[in-house]
């Protein structure tokens, strides 16, 4: 038996008032559009980092981690040129470091490929590494005005309320139902406010919590609205359990340094420098866990020497209790020569001044901080 094709979504055209949705969408949003780097200039190269930074990342926050990235970096061959390492502590603190990572590849192929001038068609811009099917048309459409939808959580939110989508919005059929109404809507002249102005409403407007109705320059076309089920969309998928870890780590203070080393390629966080430890076993206490990772992860035999703090942080599902200590390699060996790395790429004994420029995983950045604040450090580095 032939396989049933998907059926077409239904056309908004003789339902929907496209003209009025538009120009009410763009005349408020000509009023009421944030005043942002990016969209004061509509360099690509910058609408680029842009995007990609507001990935994962809330827009309050991204503005000020742009403004340095792009002060530093201020187009492809500077970032091209620029280390890894520089590269991700610049990037430290918005987390996802995949990334910064792929930003930083993208800009060599721009910069060998591209004669260092940001593409100007979607399928260059899409063959850039990090750049997905969202990132793309926005880019495109913000930066050259193509007429290209983007759709992001934001669009898929209000378009899951204005059409009063019942499907969970991960579904394929409600995704090619918004997509299908993203590109009816979308005016072929100014493609570049219309996608920004879909992407402010879900922002400003029409919120995953917080829903202002009274506010909304298309609320009288909203399906949801005139039926009740405002906050009934989207339909979202059940929420994963959440996965408790609890761990220690180590700062390792010996002859004024401190020990550090770098996550594998393969391994959370690659790239990212970290104070070695690990996940505590049954019946294991945070010290003994902390000898115990030392010994597997760097063959150093170490003692706690203190307590700094109980660091608590999250990424994805997770959600994770770290004991921090200060530590001291016991007597008969030379830890500046005798560590050999297992779970680590490149380790060092660094001055405290150098770890300034090394970039942390969020919880480890909050020990290294914590442990600065201590004056007990002051005393173990002059010992």
């Given at each position: 038996?032939?396989?049933?094709?998907?059926?077409?979504?239904?056309?908004?055209?003789?339902v929907?008032?496209?003209?009025?949705?538009r120009?009410?969408?763009?005349?408020?949003?000509?009023?009421?559009?944030r005043?942002?780097?990016?969209?004061?200039?509509?360099?690509p190269?910058?609408?680029?980092?842009?995007e990609?930074?507001?990935?994962?990342t809330q827009?309050?926050?991204?503005?000020?981690?742009?403004?340095?990235?792009?002060?530093?970096?201020p187009?492809?061959?500077?970032?091209?040129a620029?280390?890894?390492?520089?590269v991700?502590?610049?990037?430290?603190?918005?987390?996802?470091?995949?990334?910064?990572?792929?930003?930083?590849?993208?800009a060599?192929?721009?910069?060998?490929?591209?004669?260092?001038?940001f593409?100007?068609?979607?399928?260059?811009?899409?063959?850039?590494?990090?750049?997905?099917?969202?990132?793309?048309?926005?880019?495109m459409?913000?930066a050259?005005?193509?007429?290209?939808?983007a759709?992001?959580?934001?669009?898929?939110?209000?378009?899951?309320?204005?059409?009063d989508?019942g499907?969970?919005?991960?579904?394929?059929?409600?995704?090619?139902?918004?997509?299908?109404?993203?590109?009816e809507?979308l005016?072929?002249?100014?493609?570049?406010?219309?996608?920004?102005?879909?992407?402010?409403?879900?922002?400003?407007?029409?919120?995953p919590?917080?829903?202002?109705?009274?506010?909304c320059?298309?609320?009288?076309l909203?399906l949801?609205r005139?039926?009740?089920?405002?906050n009934?969309?989207?339909?979202?998928?059940p929420?994963?359990?959440?996965?408790r870890?609890?761990?220690?780590?180590?700062?390792l203070?010996?002859?004024g340094?401190?020990?550090?080393?770098?996550?594998?390629?393969?391994?959370?966080?690659?790239?990212?420098?970290?104070?070695?430890?690990?996940?505590?076993e049954?019946?294991?206490?945070?010290?003994?866990a902390l000898?115990?990772?030392?010994?597997?992860?760097?063959?150093?035999?170490?003692?706690?020497?203190g307590?700094?703090?109980v660091?608590?942080?999250?990424?994805?599902?997770?959600?994770?209790?770290?004991?921090?200590?200060?530590c001291?390699?016991?007597?008969?060996?030379?830890p500046?020569?005798?560590?050999?790395l297992?779970?680590?790429?490149e380790?060092?004994?660094a001055?405290?001044?150098?770890?300034a420029?090394?970039a942390?995983?969020?919880?480890?950045?909050k020990?290294?901080?914590?442990?600065?604040?201590?004056?007990?450090?002051?005393?173990?580095?002059?010992?």
């Amino acid at each position: 038996m032939a396989k049933a094709q998907p059926q077409a979504p239904a056309p908004l055209a003789g339902v929907f008032d496209i003209a009025g949705f538009r120009a009410r969408l763009l005349g408020w949003f000509a009023a009421n559009a944030r005043d942002l780097p990016w969209r004061r200039t509509l360099d690509p190269y910058q609408v680029w980092i842009s995007e990609i930074m507001l990935q994962q990342t809330q827009m309050d926050r991204a503005v000020g981690f742009f403004e340095r990235f792009v002060a530093r970096f201020p187009d492809a061959g500077a970032l091209a040129a620029a280390s890894e390492d520089e590269v991700l502590k610049l990037w430290e603190g918005l987390g996802y470091y995949s990334r910064a990572r792929n930003l930083r590849k993208a800009a060599r192929i721009i910069t060998d490929e591209h004669g260092g001038v940001f593409p100007a068609s979607h399928e260059a811009v899409r063959a850039l590494p990090g750049v997905g099917p969202y990132t793309a048309g926005a880019v495109m459409s913000v930066a050259y005005n193509d007429p290209r939808p983007a759709v992001d959580a934001n669009v898929e939110r209000v378009f899951s309320r204005l059409l009063d989508l019942g499907g969970p919005v991960s579904a394929p059929a409600t995704r090619r139902r918004i997509l299908a109404a993203a590109w009816e809507l979308l005016p072929q002249e100014n493609a570049r406010a219309f996608n920004q102005a879909l992407m402010e409403l879900g922002a400003l407007i029409c919120g995953p919590r917080r829903v202002d109705c009274a506010a909304c320059p298309v609320a009288e076309l909203c399906l949801a609205r005139q039926r009740g089920t405002v906050n009934q969309r989207p339909v979202l998928p059940p929420k994963k359990e959440l996965i408790r870890i609890n761990m220690a780590s180590g700062v390792l203070v010996h002859q004024g340094r401190v020990f550090v080393q770098k996550r594998r390629p393969d391994d959370v966080w690659p790239g990212l420098w970290e104070f070695p430890g690990g996940c505590l076993e049954a019946e294991e206490s945070p010290e003994e866990a902390l000898v115990r990772e030392f010994r597997e992860e760097t063959e150093l035999r170490v003692r706690p020497v203190g307590k700094i703090a109980v660091v608590r942080y999250g990424y994805t599902r997770y959600r994770v209790t770290m004991h921090g200590y200060f530590c001291e390699a016991l007597p008969g060996q030379n830890p500046h020569t005798a560590f050999r790395l297992h779970e680590a790429t490149e380790g060092r004994f660094a001055e405290l001044g150098e770890l300034a420029a090394l970039a942390f995983p969020s919880g480890h950045a909050k020990l290294l901080a914590l442990a600065r604040a201590d004056l007990r450090l002051a005393q173990l580095l002059a010992g």
